[in-house]
Nanobody
Framework: QVQLVESGGGLVQAGGSLRLSCAAS????????MAWYRRAPGKQRELVAA??????NYADSVKGRFTLSRDNAKNTVYLQMNSLKPEDTAVYYC?????????WGQGTQVTVSS
């Protein structure tokens, strides 16, 4: 059983930065897929970034601005978000795929003001 807890969301002005954290309790292996999703008001949930092993992929909308990293020793993944835009406003969720199961965090709100 894995539990994911996100933190680091908040209100920021456009052009600013935030760093989200996702701490996993239980065992997450370095080869497990860890990802960040977001759901903006009135929109479907979308994949922001995902990593497995040494490979990371990003949505086109965040490439060059967001960076996903993981600390396997701490069972934590991070999402560094720079040059934030109002359209980045959403609830951000951490997702893990481990040993055949999918786990979700409770989400953290990110609001970018113009």
């Amino acid at each position: 059983q894995v539990q994911l807890v996100e933190s680091g969301g908040g209100l920021v002005q456009a052009g600013g930065s935030l760093r989200l954290s996702c701490a996993a309790s239980g065992t997450i292996f370095s080869d497990d897929v860890m990802a960040w999703y977001r759901r903006a008001p009135g929109k479907q949930r979308e994949l922001v970034a995902a990593t497995r092993g040494g490979s990371t992929n990003y949505a086109d909308s965040v490439k060059g601005r967001f960076t996903l990293s993981r600390d396997n020793a701490k069972n934590t993944v991070y999402l560094q978000m720079n040059s934030l835009k109002p359209e980045d406003t959403a609830v951000y969720y951490c997702r893990a795929f481990s040993t055949g199961y999918v786990y979700w965090g409770q989400g953290t709100q990110v609001t970018v003001s113009s």
